[in-house]
């Protein structure tokens, strides 16, 4: 490859016992693109997100960040490398307010040592004020200010999404993982979602990518899509081409259905 | 966006933090001074009670980590700081069983030296335990912890070159029969634990209970956190254990069962998990009511109605109170509050803007 990826996936294989949940899975994400991930319930995307990100250390393969070999890596440590990700049924710390949810995000790059923190240091007080001033443009940005005291679990569905996505962006990644982030919207909130990727990925610089099922949302904002089936890649490539394919309509609808999309 | 600063409100809160921590200290010397020693024991009880109920809400309560090891760590810390503090000559009439090990037969420490070294060595334990033991989760965490702390108590019973074995160690160094101690201490707990939580670590720590999978994806190094918390909360249950056996004077490995533990347990969880003031004051009523309802146990009669004298009756009320407590404030009595000056004069600010709109 002459472009070195952003993220590159080789050969991944995660087995759980007798169950391969992925098999031989790659994909190149090059810088600032938005790739789509899609398949059948229990295909395997989330196992993918979840070896990504360290929750699982793969039975072989490999992910590389921008050339650095992170396979395997802890959680917090893939995260300090720039990757953020958000989860399928929303992970909030439900009892703390949004604002301290993204100061969480933000806390990996606190210098101050635990001492200076109980004794109050003027250099401590200095970092906090900053990181919580931090914060508080973050969300500005993206239009969640106003929610700055509310317990997270308090909101309503959409928004602890966004709020979601906000405590990943505050870690300053450079690739976003994102987990089915328009299930349980409707029309509108999806339509809201997709605006509300496109300019997070234009403001920070991200390269995404994305699993869902919302098609609307897919072939809406993806630049290309893989396509897993019982832990393989059955297809990838431009969302034209992969609405055209056989085997992903096979997949998706079982064996007999014709491509109606191509007559 | 901006931070908020107000400038007055700020010294306003230092001069009322300061006048507090005044009356306090003027409460404390008239109460060392004019109470009988019936009375400063209680005290000093509380006091006690409060620094093992915050250390342990600062482990459960805020870091989500179920330990039942504090009674191992008071242990801990008790024995060094009563090793330490024996002058040589009760050291050598209390071990007649065997010598005592160095360097315990060599060094005799004044107090407070005594009592950071039996932090430090519960510290240094919570560590040895944390690092395997704090991967469990949940309930399985407390067996843990539990079998660590009769561990603790088993081996204590077992070194007789170091603890005396089942005899226990006599005539330790009352310094802590003295309100400047124990309540004190309270307050370094107190001081060092909201400190810690209402830091970026603390948000951490916050986060780690609620989520550790998230937490950590956010970049939350777990192990760290979790033994953060762990170690800081078992070195101020070492303090706490060093000053309970100063003021009884008398340690054995049987009073450090579990029993010990699931007493500072009901304070935790009575005073609201995640609240040090809900720990503090129920520290204090819980001490307290111990003592008042000591006549109920001593037989008594309403009209008809005759009572005979029952040991144990008012462990009954507590259970009856615990039950009503569980019933009607699920999450304690202060449910996570936390009492500050920003409350406080928030509070005043209101009532002040609705006399105005009376008014106007």
Redesign the interface.
């Known amino acids: 490859m002459s472009e070195r990826s952003e993220l590159s996936v080789q050969d991944l294989t995660m087995r759980f016992g007798g169950l391969t949940a992925v098999r031989d899975f790659s994909l190149e994400l090059a810088k600032g693109e938005l790739v789509g991930l899609i398949g059948p319930n229990g295909a395997g995307k989330t196992t993918v997100f979840n070896v990504i ?1 360290g ?1 699982y250390r793969p039975t072989s393969g490999k992910v590389l960040l921008d050339g650095v070999d992170i396979t395997g890596w ?3 440590r893939v ?2 490398q720039g990757i ?2 958000t ?1 399928q049924n929303i ?6 307010s949004v604002l ?1 949810n993204v ?6 790059r ?1 210098k101050s040592s ?1 001492g200076s ?4 240091t003027p250099g ?1 007080v200095r970092e ?2 900053e ?3 931090t914060s ?2 973050l ?2 940005s993206l239009g969640l ?1 106003h929610y700055k005291d509310v317990p997270a679990g308090g909101l309503p569905y959409g928004e602890q999404r966004r709020v979601e996505i906000a ?2 962006l ?2 300053r990644p450079r690739v976003l993982l994102l987990d089915e982030p328009a299930a349980g919207m409707n029309p509108q909130e999806s339509m809201d979602l997709c605006e509300f990727i496109q300019k997070v990925r234009r403001d920070f610089n991200l390269t995404v990518l994305l699993i869902e099922h919302d098609m609307s949302v897919v072939m809406g904002i993806c630049e290309r899509i893989a396509v897993l089936d019982h832990g393989e890649t059955i297809a990838s490539g431009v969302p034209a081409e992969i609405q055209a394919n056989q085997r992903v309509i096979e997949a998706y609808l079982g064996v007999g259905y014709k491509n109606v999309a191509a007559n | ?3 908020q600063h107000d400038p007055r409100r700020a010294r306003l809160k230092l001069i009322l933090t300061l006048l507090s921590l005044a009356l306090s200290a003027l409460a404390i010397w008239w109460a060392n001074n004019n109470l009988s020693s019936y009375y400063l024991r209680i005290l000093n009880l509380a006091g006690i009670n409060a620094i093992l109920a915050v250390s342990m809400n600062l482990i459960f309560g805020f870091t989500g980590l179920f330990s039942l090891g504090h009674a191992g760590f008071m242990a801990v810390g008790a024995y060094t700081c009563a090793l330490l503090t024996l002058p040589m000559r009760s050291k050598q009439t209390i071990f007649l069983l065997a010598p005592l090990a160095w360097p315990f037969n060599a060094v005799t420490l004044p107090p407070f030296p005594a009592v950071l070294l039996a932090g430090l060595a519960a510290a240094v334990m919570a560590y040895l335990i944390g690092l395997p033991v704090l991967r469990l989760r949940g309930d399985y965490l407390g067996i843990a912890t539990l079998g660590f702390a009769e561990i603790i108590r088993v081996v204590a019973n077992n070194i007789p070159t170091i603890t005396n074995g089942a005899l226990g160690l006599k005539g330790i160094p009352s310094f802590a029969n003295n309100l400047w101690w124990t309540w004190g201490w309270a307050a370094a707990t107190v001081w ?1 634990t909201s ?2 939580v209402n ?3 603390g ?2 720590l ?2 780690v209970k ?2 550790e ?10 192990t760290y956190h979790k033994i ?1 918390s762990y170690v800081i909360g078992s070195a101020f249950a070492g303090v706490g254990g060093a000053l309970m056996g100063s003021l009884v004077t008398a340690i054995n490995p049987k009073t450090f069962g579990f029993m010990l533990t699931f007493n500072i347990l009901i304070i935790v969880v009575a005073g609201g998990l995640g609240s040090i003031t809900g720990s503090v004051i129920t520290s204090v009523i819980y001490t307290v009511l111990l003592e008042a309802l000591r006549p109920i146990e001593s037989g008594w009669s309403i009209g008809p109605l005759h009572v005979p004298e029952i040991p144990g009756l008012r462990m009954v009320v507590f259970a009856l109170v615990l039950l009503v407590i569980i019933l009607f404030y699920q999450r304690g009595l202060f449910g ?1 509050r936390e009492f500050t000056w920003d409350g406080v004069l928030d509070w005043i600010d209101r009532k002040r803007n609705r006399k105005q709109e009376v008014a106007g």
Do not use: W
């Open positions: 990100t929750v802890r959680p917090d995260c300090k953020a990700r989860f992970r909030l710390m439900r009892s703390l301290d100061i969480v995000g933000h806390r990996l606190l635990l923190a109980i004794l109050r401590y906090e004020r990181l919580i001033q508080l443009e969300l500005d200010v405590r990943a505050a870690t | 966006m901006q931070i060092v400190r810690l830091s970026v670590y948000r951490s916050l986060a609620e989520d999978v998230a937490a950590e994806i956010m970049g939350v190094n777990l953060l996570g």
